[in-house]
């Protein structure tokens, strides 16, 4: 006489699958980037862009070894309204201020780590 052992014949196979489930589901940590209203909320002064979906923050701390590479655009909105921030608004930066990327990032393809703003004064 055979023994059955219900719908799972083969449990410790059964607990294997699950624990491997379990393990990858709980390990797909992904960082996010920081949102225009999480700066502005924790800043209120921050002065931040908006570019291609990315929020790049004002760095005066930086050395200027960068020079402009391609003009990526101009400064659509000054605002600090986070509802309505989009591409190229700016919370200090007024309407027209041209943005580039690097020269080194433009010449390698890569999307842009650092923009330069061209600011008068």
Do not use: H
């Amino acid at each position: 006489m055979k023994k059955r052992m219900g719908i799972i014949r083969y449990p410790n196979l059964f607990l294997m699958v699950v624990f491997i489930l379990l393990i990858t589901g709980c390990s797909s940590v992904t960082t996010e980037n920081p949102t225009e209203k999480e700066i502005l909320n924790d800043n209120s002064d921050a002065d931040i862009i908006r570019y291609d979906g990315l929020i790049y923050s004002r760095n005066s701390n930086i050395e200027n070894d960068y020079s402009n590479g391609e003009k990526i655009g101009e400064i659509k909105k000054q605002t600090i309204n986070t509802l309505w921030f989009g591409n190229l608004y700016a919370s200090k930066l007024t309407r027209g201020t041209e943005v580039y990327s690097t020269y080194e990032e433009y010449k390698s393809g890569e999307a842009p780590f650092v923009i330069l703003a061209e600011v008068k004064g």
